[in-house]
């Protein structure tokens, strides 16, 4: 199963026709990066994006947490020391998003900063909040950001492990951890910390087949081994089609 992500894909719109587009090339699902402005929309803006999911007949699978401004290289909150306030006033209307969307993965970035007891217990309030609509909160490695450090699956395992609540999982992005050099093989022997899986061909960030990774290898052993959620589309396109889609 796979959905698009909304912040990579269909660009060339505005945000709130996005999901529509989706729809009308076939996905059921989609997930998206924090799509507003600032931590704390008003609610205007909230409720325009609700509709538009809503109304497109699309169900979101996975919603980002505020991360800061990301064109100028902020990579979340949660370990950004002073903004522990805004990250957890964040978290409960990102919850309370997803709760009325049936949003059911929380991804909150950890943040271009050093992991402290204060960014622990930052993901723990996160959890939490999550766990009260039945959600899972996931941390993500990410590649091309030399101050962020989480970047293989092993350092978000060592950081799940000191969160230690249930619902906290590894966002493994097969693009960013293949990049960063990890065994994307050795995934499958972990798929019960898996909580989401996306996928961009490496090198260039473009859809499948358009690099060298053997992407559809990678997820039919996941698939194996148990998983059973979604994959996020979520690359930079190249051809502008989703032919790739009849060889998963």
């Given amino acids: 199963m796979f959905d698009a992500n909304l912040s990579m894909l269909f660009t060339e719109l505005p945000l709130l026709e ?7 090339a076939g996905f059921d699902a989609v997930e998206i990066w924090w799509p507003f402005a600032d931590a704390v929309p008003e609610t ?3 409720e325009a994006f609700e509709n538009a999911i809503v ?4 169900r979101l699978v996975g919603l980002n947490l505020y991360a800061g401004d990301m064109p100028a290289g902020d990579r979340g909150l949660t ?3 002073g903004r522990e306030t805004e990250f957890r006033t964040n978290v409960e209307i990102t919850a309370a998003i997803a709760g009325r969307l049936g949003c059911r993965t929380l991804n909150a970035l950890h943040g271009n900063f050093e992991t402290t ?3 622990v217990s930052n993901y723990r309030f996160a959890a939490d909040v999550a766990a009260e609509i039945g959600a899972q909160l996931v941390i993500e490695p ?3 950001a030399p101050q962020y450090p989480i970047k293989i699956a092993h350092q978000a395992f060592e950081l799940i492990d000191e969160i230690d609540r249930g619902n906290v999982k590894l966002l493994a992005d097969l693009y960013h951890l293949a990049t960063n050099g990890d065994d ?5 022997d972990h798929v019960d910390r898996i909580g989401h899986v996306q996928i961009a061909d490496a090198p260039g960030r473009g859809e499948p087949g358009t690099g060298e990774l053997d992407l559809f290898g990678h997820l039919a052993k ?4 148990g998983y059973t959620g979604f994959v996020g589309a979520e690359y930079k396109p190249v051809t502008h089609s989703f032919a790739w889609r009849d060889q998963a």
């Fill in 18 to 24: 996005r999901p529509q587009a989706a729809r009308a």
């Fill in 44 to 46: 205007r803006e909230i």
């Fill in 55 to 58: 109304d497109a007949r699309v």
């Fill in 79 to 81: 370990s950004w020391p």
């Fill in 117 to 119: 007891a204060q960014t």
């Fill in 142 to 144: 990410l590649s091309g």
């Fill in 184 to 188: 994307l093989d050795v995934l499958a």
């Fill in 222 to 225: 996941l698939r194996a081994n």
